[in-house]
């Protein structure tokens, strides 16, 4: 569609602005480099959100491709761009990349409301009445606040962000403690000593990518078959995605099953995937299933989620405390001390669901004493969950 490419232009032109005056500031004052050298006027401002959203209105004014697009789902990729060079500066993110033709897939309308959607259909500004496919209704009591237009390789989907205003209080660290550890080995280990492996599907259909993305060699550039072979491709990466986030839910709520309080480990999996076992951690999407689908199933089912301090949780011996020193090759935990034989993940997990313990122990004193006010002590991620995504 038209839109996503003037998305796209908008975008990469509110990107080009910031790099060039990034750029234009880097040199020293007295000697310009070689190569090449933005230069922009010393007393030019920063083209930040609010500028780059007032040139944008100034804009239309010249180009009509501009006005064929809502307004406001304009401003909102000049908030998308604001929002990468936030992540840069506040989370250490890459800097931002220009999108190629292709690379843009989603747009939002920042505001749509419950009379928007009638039956099967939804009324966006421009584009008028769009049928659509509702998989749930709309909640009581939920309003529809904003909708994304997202296009995949099987066709469009609508994604509506829908808000409660009641407030929903945080599980309580209650009931039977379990630790995770999750690895590559095992998808994760419990320290009950329940071991789940990384499920078989993902190579079968990792297999069929391999195969799918060499026959794109022989392929002319811009041939019907190569269109036809890449939108194939497209639907194979969505299988996969698919089948992932299937398998996370249920793990999720199968470990909720038998617990009230849920401990992980407190991972950077970005630096996890940087090392020599990346391809598989991100195979495995071990970082959103810890990060996002673990916290957000927990919430729900008012099981307490926690983390803790991930240093030399496979070292120790989670029955006696001594240090049992092992490196990565070593499978299985034996203790010189109290003589304790286990897989050597579980111990973790047991070591992991100790230390959650004893901080959730603490965490349940202090809020008997202070009442509510430590919102801060809990992961900040479970109260975001508020927003639902139908
Ligand atoms: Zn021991």
Same mark, same amino acid.
């Given at each position: 569609?038209?839109?996503?490419?003037?998305?796209?232009?908008?975008?990469?032109?509110?990107?080009?602005?910031?790099?060039?005056?990034?750029?234009?500031?880097?040199?020293?004052?007295?000697?310009?480099?070689?190569?090449?050298?933005?230069?922009?006027?010393?007393?030019?401002?920063?083209?930040?959100?609010?500028?780059?959203?007032?040139?944008?209105?100034?804009?239309?004014?010249?180009?009509?491709?501009?006005?064929?697009?809502?307004?406001?789902?304009?401003?909102?990729?000049?908030?998308?761009?604001?929002?990468?060079?936030?992540?840069?500066?506040?989370?250490?993110?890459?800097?931002?990349?220009?999108?190629?033709?292709?690379?843009?897939?989603?747009?939002?309308?920042?505001?749509?409301?419950?009379?928007?959607?009638?039956?099967?259909?939804?009324?966006?500004?421009?584009?008028?009445?769009?049928?659509?496919?509702?998989?749930?209704?709309?909640?009581?009591?939920?309003?529809?606040?904003?909708?994304?237009?997202?296009?995949?390789?099987?066709?469009?989907?609508?994604?509506?962000?829908?808000?409660?205003?009641?407030?929903?209080?945080?599980?309580?660290?209650?009931?039977?403690?379990?630790?995770?550890?999750?690895?590559?080995?095992?998808?994760?280990?419990?320290?009950?000593?329940?071991?789940?492996?990384?499920?078989?599907?993902?190579?079968?259909?990792?297999? =069929?990518?391999? *195969?799918?993305? $060499?026959?794109?060699?022989?392929? #002319?550039? !811009? /041939?019907?078959?190569? &269109?036809?072979?890449?939108?194939?491709?497209?639907?194979?990466?969505?299988?996969?995605?698919?089948?992932?986030?299937?398998?996370?839910?249920?793990?999720?709520?199968?470990?909720?099953?038998?617990?009230?309080?849920?401990?992980?480990?407190?991972?950077?999996?970005?630096?996890?995937?940087?090392?020599?076992?990346?391809?598989?951690?991100?195979?495995?999407?071990?970082?959103?299933?810890?990060?996002?689908?673990?916290?957000?199933?927990?919430?729900?089912?008012?099981?307490?989620?926690?983390?803790?301090?991930?240093?030399?949780?496979?070292?120790?011996?989670?029955?006696?405390?001594?240090?049992? =020193?092992?490196? *990565?090759?070593? $499978?299985?935990?034996?203790?010189? #001390?109290? !003589? /304790?034989?286990?897989? &050597?993940?579980?111990?973790?997990?047991?070591?992991?669901?100790?230390?959650?313990?004893?901080?959730?122990?603490?965490?349940?004193?202090?809020?008997?004493?202070?009442?509510?006010?430590?919102?801060?002590?809990?992961?900040?991620?479970?109260?975001?969950?508020?927003?639902?995504?139908?």
């Amino acid at each position: 569609m038209e839109w996503l490419e003037t998305c796209r232009k908008v975008y990469n032109y509110a990107l080009r602005e910031r790099k060039d005056w990034v750029n234009s500031r880097k040199c020293s004052i007295n000697a310009c480099s070689l190569q090449s050298e933005s230069i922009i006027p010393a007393d030019a401002l920063y083209p930040n959100y609010y500028r780059q959203k007032k040139a944008l209105t100034e804009a239309k004014k010249t180009n009509p491709g501009l006005k064929a697009v809502h307004s406001q789902v304009l401003q909102d990729v000049i908030g998308r761009v604001d929002a990468a060079f936030a992540a840069m500066k506040q989370r250490g993110h890459g800097f931002p990349r220009f999108k190629k033709f292709g690379q843009f897939k989603s747009f939002l309308f920042p505001q749509v409301d419950n009379d928007a959607i009638v039956e099967s259909q939804i009324k966006l500004p421009k584009l008028g009445k769009v049928a659509i496919n509702l998989h749930r209704p709309i909640p009581e009591g939920f309003r529809v606040k904003t909708a994304r237009i997202v296009r995949k390789a099987s066709g469009w989907y609508v994604a509506l962000a829908i808000q409660a205003d009641v407030s929903v209080p945080e599980p309580m660290p209650h009931g039977h403690a379990l630790g995770i550890d999750v690895g590559l080995e095992y998808f994760l280990s419990t320290s009950e000593g329940e071991q789940v492996k990384r499920p078989r599907f993902f190579n079968q259909l990792h297999r =069929k990518l391999k *195969l799918l993305q $060499r026959r794109l060699k022989n392929k #002319e550039k !811009g /041939s019907s078959n190569r &269109r036809k072979l890449n939108r194939k491709i497209g639907r194979v990466h969505e299988k996969i995605a698919h089948c992932r986030s299937d398998f996370h839910f249920k793990l999720a709520h199968h470990l909720c099953d038998h617990a009230g309080m849920i401990f992980v480990e407190d991972l950077d999996f970005r630096v996890m995937a940087k090392g020599m076992s990346g391809q598989h951690t991100l195979d495995a999407g071990l970082g959103q299933f810890v990060n996002q689908i673990l916290p957000w199933v927990c919430w729900k089912r008012d099981v307490y989620y926690g983390k803790v301090d991930p240093n030399g949780t496979s070292q120790e011996c989670p029955d006696c405390g001594a240090v049992v =020193k092992k490196d *990565l090759s070593v $499978r299985g935990h034996h203790c010189a #001390e109290c !003589g /304790s034989t286990k897989p &050597r993940d579980v111990a973790s997990g047991q070591v992991i669901r100790s230390r959650g313990l004893s901080a959730a122990v603490g965490y349940a004193a202090k809020e008997n004493v202070c009442g509510d006010g430590l919102a801060g002590a809990l992961p900040s991620q479970v109260s975001l969950k508020q927003k639902l995504e139908s």
